[in-house]
């Protein structure tokens, strides 16, 4: 009998949930079906499968700390909603990875068995190919077909979306202090927040002519920490309780900017460098029941951790109607990632 290693409508929860920003994304994978395979080749699995959407992660959650270079005075504030949409659309080796049998205990392609091929990373939409989970079971060969799931790409979703609300606050010589926060958002099982703390620093406040010169430049550094947690305790393939999946990013940016000073009408453009991690752990009681490893009970199973680092460059540019502003830049890396602005600010 077959079944999936991923549950059926894992794709359809991960369009629905990704809208709401990138954990929920993770956050869809119905971990428990897998250790059909055995524990040691679910782990295998999910670290390659997983790894790509760690890595947009890190991106997305490391852009939008600024809007200018330009830092601002005393007193003078901005709180900005911030939207973020990373890129993958044209990222083939992201989408994909390598599966090699000789990787596996247990794992082998039904067709052209023993032959290493391109199959579906959590974000990729390679539908339909089989393998087959077989053991020794008390000397008789156990076989169970599963076929192994596709990712956002399948549904059409080419981009991992995130959110926050962020607030930026001038001090003295140039200084500038930022927050980002989005509360828990719970959805289906599923709950993602994230925080945020950076600083800004305009170096052309301490010259002289700082008043006349046509542009600004800054140093940014920029820290988020998302969490997120989804419960998916009760699959009919494997038993269990508190089965669950919880997922910490981290990320830190560090940027160099570098603006026009207009009154209205802004440009704004920087270099900067991006590391980060994630750390995904899953968590509860695992009972399997079919295939070779029927019987089998797993706890607390394992945890993925995944590091990121990389070069980024973004160019943009900001409108400024009174209190009132908007903002749009592209950050280029591994992840591309359009990020938009709506702020009300003073100063």
């Known amino acids: 009998m077959e079944t999936v290693l991923i549950v059926k409508d894992m794709r359809k929860k991960l369009t629905c949930m990704a ?14 079906d897998i250790f059909a395979a055995g524990v040691e080749d679910a782990e295998v699995f999910l670290n390659d499968y997983l790894a790509p959407v760690s890595e947009g992660a890190v991106y997305a959650l490391s852009t939008g700390w600024y809007n200018t270079a330009d830092a601002k ?3 003078g504030f901005e709180i900005s909603l911030v939207g973020n949409f990373t890129s993958f659309k044209n990222k083939e080796d992201k989408k ?17 068995p023993g032959t290493p091929r391109a199959v579906s990373s959590g974000l990729g ?8 989970v077989e053991a020794n079971v008390g000397g008789t060969l156990v076989q169970e077909e599963i076929t192994l799931p596709a990712g956002l790409a399948a549904e059409g979703l080419n981009f991992i979306p995130s959110g926050y609300v962020q607030a930026s606050v001038g001090l003295i010589k140039g200084t500038e202090v930022k927050a980002r926060f989005l509360p ?6 599923a709950s993602v927040g994230l925080i945020g703390f950076g600083l800004q620093h305009d170096f052309t406040k301490w010259l002289p002519a700082d008043k006349i010169l046509p542009v600004a430049i800054s140093g940014v550094i920029g820290y988020t920490q998302l969490n997120a947690e989804y419960d998916f305790t009760g699959n009919t393939l494997i038993e269990g309780e508190d089965q669950r999946l919880d997922l910490n990013i981290g990320t830190w ?3 160099a900017v570098v603006s026009t000073k207009l009154p209205i009408i802004n440009f704004y453009g920087g270099l900067g460098y991006i590391t980060g991690t994630s750390e995904t752990d899953v968590l509860g009681t695992y009972r399997v029941t079919r295939g070779p490893f029927a019987s089998e009970i ?10 990121v680092s990389g070069v980024t460059a973004n160019v943009g540019t900001k409108l400024k109607l009174g209190f009132f502003r908007l903002n749009a830049d592209y950050t280029m890396g591994d992840f591309n990632t359009l990020t938009f602005g709506v702020n009300l600010g003073f100063r």
Do not use: C, H
């Open 19 to 32: 809208l709401f920003s990138v954990g929920l994304a993770f956050s869809q994978t119905d971990i428990n």
């Open 73 to 75: 005075p005393l007193g």
């Open 96 to 112: 994909t990875f390598v599966l090699d049998p000789n990787d596996y205990q247990n794992i082998d392609f039904v067709n052209n």
């Open 125 to 132: 939409e390679l539908e339909g190919i089989a393998v087959m």
């Open 184 to 189: 828990k958002i719970a959805y289906d099982g």
């Open 253 to 255: 940016a560090f940027n």
């Open 298 to 307: 797993y706890t607390d199973p394992f945890s993925i951790s995944q590091k």
